[in-house]
Each structure stands twice: as C-alpha cells, then as structure tokens.
C-alpha cells in the first residue's frame, strides 16, 4: 500500500495556514463544591429496567480468551468480537464467520453508565488511576552528579563531565541485554569506576556566541591521573560520546529529598526508559540502572533541583517524575474511601471493600431475528493509552502560566512551584463522537511506507467490528433494588440521555478516539417489584408509565432541576453526548479540516502526532495552544530555525 495520506497533508497544508480540528477528547469540569453524605439511603424501589442498545457506528469489544494471530497481515494481533465462546490459542480469524450470537458484558455496560452518573452527579472520580507517578519529558539539560550512600544515608555531589569519544572504543551489548564499551580488550559498564587521562578542547558555539571548553578523556587506563565513574547513556541518531563523572562539591541536598527523588527515579527508569511497551525503539532500553542502598555505592546521575525538591533522571535531558500526585490535583473529587463519606455515584452504583452496589447489569446479548451485521476484518490506526504527561491538555492553572508542569510553572526564566489549588485537573476525560464514522471505516490503518516494511505493525490490532446498524440490536436488563424515586429518575435520564429519541450518544468499547463505538441506549420499560397476596409467588414485576416521562423525552429544564447541575458542566455534557457537535462546529466555522474534522493533534509538516507536541513546547516555557472546553485546535508548524552566522 502507498501511503496518500503524505501527500494529502502536503498539498492541502500549502494552501491553508489556520487548519483547525476537533481533539477527540475533552473533559466534563469538576465543581469545586462535591455532595457527599455520612449515609446511604436506602428507598423502597426494587425492580428491573429494561434496555435496547444500537450501534449508531461501528463498535468493538475484543474476546480476550486467546491470542488469534494466525491470520494478522503484519504478525501484529488479532482479535474477535466479543462472545461466551472460548477461543483457542492459534484461532484463525479469517476461517470464520464473527460469532452468531455477540455478547457486550455487563461490566462494560456498568463501567459506561457509572461514568455518565457521576459526571452528571457531581460525583467522586472513582476510576481514576491514582497507581503510577506523574511524570513528563523535561527539555531542561540538568547537572551531572554523583549519589553515594555513605554512613546509612544518601549524599549529592556535584560531578565534573568528561567526554569519551565513541573513537576511542567499541559500544557493544551483553547476554543480559546490558550495554557496555570494550577498550583495550577490557569491559566497561554504565556506573563503573575508572581512571582516566584527559586534555581541554575548545570550540566556538555560533548559537550562544561563545568559546565552550570541554575535557576530552585520551583513553581509559588503570593508571590514569584522574578517577570517576562511567556513564552509558541512551542511544541518539548523532551522539558522539559518552561521559565520566568526577566528584567535585557536596551538596546540602537532604537524604529525605533524595530518597524521595530516586523513588521517582526508579519508577520512570521501569516505566519508560527500560519499559519495551513504551520505549519502542529500544534506544533506553539499556540506560542507567535501579538505584538500591547499599555502603559505598556510588550511582553517576543527571540532576536539577527547583526549591527543596530534586529530581533525578539516567539522561541529560530526561523524564522528571514529579511530587504532585493525581490524589492531590482531584482534591475533593478523589475517589470515595469510607461509607460514611460518601458520594451520590458511589452510594447507588457501591464503593469497593467499603458497601455493595444496588444496582446490577446483566450482559447485552443480541436480540435481532437476522444474523448479526459484520465490517470486514481490519486493522484499525494505532491506539495507545492516554497521555497525561501533556498538561496543557489534562489541567489548568487560575494563575494563567505561558508554560507548567504538574509540580511548577515558569516566569521571567524561574521555576516557581505552585501552592495550594493553583493547578487543577481539567475534569472527567469523555470522548466526543465522529459524525463521518457513520457508515465508513476511516478507522483503517493506511500503511505510510510502500515497501510494506514497517516495524510499527506489532503496536496495530486487527479486528472484526459490528457494523453500525438499527439490525444490530442488544437488549440488557439493569436491575435495582432499595433505590429512591429520585435515583430512579436521575438512572433513567443518564441511560437515555436526554431520551430514547435524541441524538445523544454513549461511546463504549475499543477504538473510541478513532470513531468506534457510538451507541444509543433506550429504555423499553419500567418494571416494578410488588409483594403478592397469594401463596403462588411471593412477589411479581410489573411495568409503569410513572417514570416514562425520564426517558421517553427528557428536556433541559427537567434535567437541570433534577441534577441541579453546574451550567458549565451541562452545556459541556450536551457537547460531548451530541452526535452532530462536530457538524456543528464545522457548519459555524470553527473547524475546517478536510481531511478528517475528529483527530488527535498533528503538525503541517506530516501526520506524526508528536510533532504537534512538540512545536507546541516552545523553547524558554511557553504553550503556544492549550485544550479549551470547545475541543478546538489549530494545526502548528515546526519552529523557525535561527541562522546563525559563521564566524
């Protein structure tokens, strides 16, 4: 396959200079002010609520059972809608029809309502990952240093860099995948001690306009006038060198901050540079290595410290893991701990460890006479998990910076760190719909290299979607028991979304930031549990019309006075639920890509995404766009390159 998108972007971005898209994310605001109460009430409803999904685009949930790959175009994997049957290792997708009777779990359904629940209740952020340190890219160079553990506690020196140029020896790789430089028939590796001999060089740098001295180690030796410790880094395209690090200054950081810095060293040096899932290319994979006490250790480190905080990185410019915590941003908004403080979501859908649910989803399972309407197998563009390590995306400041990191905005050059509330979460991530997936499987991969050899393939999945069709009907039962008349009205607004017959819409299962999975949810009936008076049954369900008005049509006034809802909040929930948003914005204006109007960020020059980002970040702290609550973004082009003259 040739690759037209290329050429698409070219031609088009040389005629436009203000592409504007929309992000396919955005978030649903948190009110500073979130109701929570020292009880559950318990009402006196229990019965059953009756529902139909249909799938409005394509949709997919993935049978997890077995790895099916024997039919992957590019050996990447593969995998089957979702059904009770078991699959087996080696299943091969294309020998197949997709399962006659397709299954979308309760879990699912549970996991997709609970969301729309607590947004529109105000409610505690219950499935926010709170596990891994956040943590970014720093295009700050920091210091060389050198930690030791001395006497029981950890000690920062100021290190001296010497380089060693990659003329001087072989950069090779061991069994355990460990990087090490051979001179002279001897092995070296990243931390060892070494003595050295070394001259001063200089060179004019035409962008400070300065003269730059820099020590230049003549070999490695066992008698060399000068010691230190050899650093391995990372590999770059055009790196020439590695370095030494020779103890200078002691530094009067605290062992408490230090241990606090090398926890977050530790974790990003497992969750990124050596983490194959992330470091794709492999070019970290060998860098630095996990910091453990132990008497006389000496780790070579790149540091910076800002105020009484540290941190630590294996590269010059590296990944700092800061001490703000997602805890701390949610603030109130953090998930429930204790049945006797809890919130409206969790009082009805349950608290983990702490009080059950009263609420219980059956699994949808396919409901129309005809069989079920499947897409083509295909392998859909790349996915990959969210990337809170873009603030200006995830979060906003009431200060208003050019340029912030979760622990500390930049002014005049300064690194200040923020206090209390003055950096928040941008609230609850919701995707929004693609009107142009409607009918259309633009969520393909197109292959961006011709000779069809492209190491990116293993990061693809190929799969077999439903396809978006009114004959592709699921029905599930969502049963409640001990539930108020008002918990009742609120579930069945949230299920329906502003009605059975309103082009308001769900997003579930794989695939939601490429056009997957918009679904409408109706409800059908109302069934309510009655006691009965003779011996034959103890109790009955039978329908009501009580409630119809919640879900047959449910207007704005209605809502807002049954919510009591945050304005901001609702008029961002309308934009996120509305099918036709995206239409809208682009028959306003606001958006005019033509090639797709839903898209993640990408540059003019090319589809990369991480080009966006990083002509976002200007040089000297600066965002040129951040997420506003329209989900509206420009295309940037790369920065302007300084010509320098030669002297």
Same mark, same amino acid.
């Given at each position: 396959?040739?690759?037209?998108?290329?050429?698409?972007?070219?031609?088009?971005?040389?005629?436009?200079?203000?592409?504007?898209?929309?992000?396919?994310?955005?978030?649903?605001?948190?009110?500073?002010?979130?109701?929570? /109460?020292?009880?559950?009430?318990?009402?006196?409803?229990?019965?059953?609520?009756?529902?139909?999904?249909?799938?409005?685009?394509?949709?997919?949930?993935?049978?997890?059972?077995?790895?099916?790959?024997?039919?992957?175009?590019h050996g990447n994997t593969v995998r089957d809608f979702f059904s009770y049957n078991q699959l087996v290792s080696g299943y091969n997708i294309?020998?197949?029809?997709?399962?006659?009777?397709?299954?979308?779990?309760?879990?699912?359904?549970?996991?997709?309502?609970?969301?729309?629940?607590?947004?529109?209740?105000?409610?505690?952020?219950?499935?926010?990952?709170?596990?891994?340190?956040?943590?970014?890219?720093?295009?700050?160079?920091?210091?060389?240093?050198?930690?030791?553990?001395?006497?029981?506690?950890?000690?920062?020196?100021?290190?001296?860099?010497?380089?060693?140029?990659?003329?001087?020896?072989?950069?090779?790789?061991?069994?355990?995948?460990?990087?090490?430089?051979?001179?002279?028939?001897?092995?070296?590796?990243?931390?060892?001690?070494?003595?050295?001999?070394?001259?001063?060089?200089?060179?004019?740098?035409?962008?400070?306009?300065? /003269?730059?001295?820099?020590?230049?180690?003549?070999d490695i030796s066992d008698y060399g006038r000068k010691s230190g410790y050899l650093v391995i880094g990372g590999e770059i395209g055009n790196?020439?060198?590695?370095?030494?690090?020779?103890?200078?200054?002691?530094?009067?950081?605290?062992?408490?901050?230090?241990?606090?810095?090398?926890?977050?060293?530790?974790?990003?040096?497992?969750?990124?540079?050596?983490?194959?899932?992330?470091?794709?290319?492999?070019?970290?994979?060998? /860098?630095?290595?996990?910091?453990?006490?132990?008497?006389?250790?000496?780790?070579?480190?790149?540091?910076?410290?800002?105020?009484?905080?540290?941190?630590?990185?294996?590269?010059?410019?590296?990944?700092?893991?800061?001490?703000?915590?997602?805890?701390?941003?949610?603030?109130?908004?953090?998930?429930?701990?204790?049945?006797?403080?809890?919130?409206?979501?969790?009082?009805?859908?349950?608290?983990?460890?702490?009080?059950?649910?009263?609420?219980?989803?059956?699994?949808?399972?396919?409901?129309?006479?005809?069989?079920?309407?499947?897409?083509?197998?295909?392998?859909?563009?790349?996915?990959?998990?969210?990337?809170?390590?873009?603030?200006?995306?995830?979060?906003?400041?009431?200060?208003?910076?050019?340029?912030?990191?979760?622990?500390?905005?930049?002014?005049?050059?300064?690194?200040?760190?923020?206090?209390?509330?003055?950096?928040?979460?941008?609230?609850?991530?919701?995707?929004?719909?693609?009107?142009?997936?409607?009918?259309?499987?633009?969520?393909?991969?197109?292959?961006?290299?011709?000779?069809?050899?492209?190491?990116?393939?293993?990061?693809?999945?190929?799969?077999?979607?439903?396809?978006?069709?009114?004959?592709?009907?699921?029905?599930?039962?969502?049963?409640?028991?001990?539930?108020?008349?008002?918990?009742?009205?609120?579930?069945?607004?949230?299920?329906?979304?502003?009605?059975?017959?309103?082009?308001?819409?769900?997003?579930?299962?794989?695939?939601?930031?490429?056009?997957?999975?918009?679904?409408?949810?109706?409800?059908?009936?109302?069934?309510?549990?009655?006691?009965?008076?003779?011996?034959?049954?103890?109790?009955?369900?039978?329908?009501?019309?009580?409630?119809?008005?919640?879900?047959?049509?449910?207007?704005?006034?209605?809502?807002?006075?049954?919510?009591?809802?945050?304005?901001?909040?609702?008029?961002?929930?309308?934009?996120?639920?509305?099918?036709?948003?995206?239409?809208?914005?682009?028959?306003?204006?606001?958006?005019?890509?033509?090639?797709?109007?839903?898209?993640?960020?990408?540059?003019?020059?090319?589809?990369?995404?991480?080009?966006?980002?990083?002509?976002?970040?200007?040089?000297?702290?600066?965002?040129?766009?951040?997420?506003?609550?329209?989900?509206?973004?420009?295309?940037?082009?790369?920065?302007?390159?300084?010509?320098?003259?030669?002297?």
């Amino acid at each position: 396959m040739i690759d037209t998108k290329k050429s698409e972007y070219k031609d088009y971005h040389e005629k436009k200079t203000d592409v504007t898209f929309l992000n396919p994310y955005n978030f649903i605001p948190l009110p500073h002010k979130i109701k929570r /109460t020292a009880s559950v009430e318990k009402g006196s409803l229990t019965g059953v609520i009756e529902c139909t999904l249909v799938p409005i685009t394509d949709f997919f949930i993935p049978n997890t059972s077995a790895e099916c790959t024997a039919n992957s175009p590019h050996g990447n994997t593969v995998r089957d809608f979702f059904s009770y049957n078991q699959l087996v290792s080696g299943y091969n997708i294309s020998e197949h029809d997709g399962p006659e009777k397709p299954v979308i779990p309760g879990s699912e359904l549970r996991g997709m309502i609970r969301s729309m629940y607590e947004a529109f209740t105000n409610s505690c952020l219950s499935c926010m990952d709170t596990d891994k340190p956040l943590s970014s890219r720093s295009s700050d160079a920091k210091q060389p240093g050198l930690l030791e553990y001395i006497n029981g506690k950890w000690v920062i020196f100021q290190a001296g860099k010497h380089k060693v140029s990659h003329d001087l020896f072989k950069k090779h790789t061991d069994s355990s995948k460990t990087n090490y430089i051979e001179y002279h028939g001897k092995k070296y590796y990243n931390g060892d001690k070494v003595n050295f001999n070394s001259h001063i060089h200089e060179s004019y740098n035409q962008k400070i306009k300065k /003269t730059i001295k820099s020590s230049i180690a003549d070999d490695i030796s066992d008698y060399g006038r000068k010691s230190g410790y050899l650093v391995i880094g990372g590999e770059i395209g055009n790196k020439k060198n590695e370095f030494i690090f020779v103890k200078e200054k002691k530094t009067d950081i605290s062992d408490i901050v230090i241990s606090n810095a090398i926890n977050g060293y530790n974790s990003s040096l497992k969750d990124f540079y050596q983490n194959e899932k992330v470091n794709r290319s492999g070019k970290s994979l060998h /860098t630095g290595k996990e910091i453990t006490p132990a008497a006389g250790a000496v780790y070579p480190v790149w540091y910076e410290q800002i105020g009484d905080k540290l941190y630590l990185s294996p590269a010059c410019i590296g990944r700092n893991v800061y001490n703000n915590t997602l805890d701390s941003l949610a603030g109130k908004h953090k998930c429930c701990e204790s049945k006797e403080d809890i919130c409206e979501a969790c009082a009805l859908f349950g608290l983990l460890g702490e009080t059950s649910g009263r609420l219980r989803f059956s699994d949808a399972v396919f409901s129309s006479e005809d069989a079920p309407l499947y897409q083509e197998v295909v392998t859909l563009k790349e996915l990959s998990s969210p990337k809170i390590t873009s603030m200006e995306m995830y979060t906003h400041s009431r200060i208003s910076p050019e340029f912030w990191t979760y622990d500390y905005y930049k002014e005049n050059k300064r690194k200040i760190y923020f206090k209390n509330d003055e950096l928040e979460l941008n609230g609850r991530k919701f995707y929004y719909h693609h009107p142009e997936c409607k009918g259309k499987n633009y969520y393909k991969y197109v292959c961006q290299q011709s000779n069809e050899q492209n190491n990116d393939y293993e990061r693809l999945v190929t799969v077999r979607p439903l396809k978006g069709d009114e004959k592709n009907t699921f029905r599930f039962r969502v049963f409640f028991e001990h539930i108020t008349e008002t918990e009742l009205e609120k579930l069945l607004c949230v299920i329906s979304l502003w009605g059975n017959d309103s082009e308001h819409y769900y997003k579930l299962g794989m695939g939601k930031p490429i056009g997957l999975g918009s679904v409408k949810v109706r409800v059908n009936d109302v069934k309510l549990r009655s006691i009965c008076p003779d011996y034959d049954k103890i109790y009955d369900f039978s329908s009501t019309k009580k409630y119809e008005e919640y879900y047959s049509g449910c207007n704005d006034e209605t809502i807002k006075k049954l919510f009591e809802t945050d304005n901001a909040v609702f008029d961002q929930l309308k934009n996120m639920t509305d099918f036709r948003y995206a239409e809208k914005l682009k028959s306003h204006g606001k958006i005019n890509d033509c090639i797709s109007s839903v898209h993640y960020p990408t540059a003019f020059d090319g589809p990369e995404g991480f080009k966006w980002f990083t002509n976002n970040r200007k040089i000297g702290g600066k965002y040129e766009q951040v997420l506003g609550t329209d989900g509206v973004l420009k295309k940037n082009s790369a920065p302007k390159k300084k010509n320098f003259k030669k002297r």
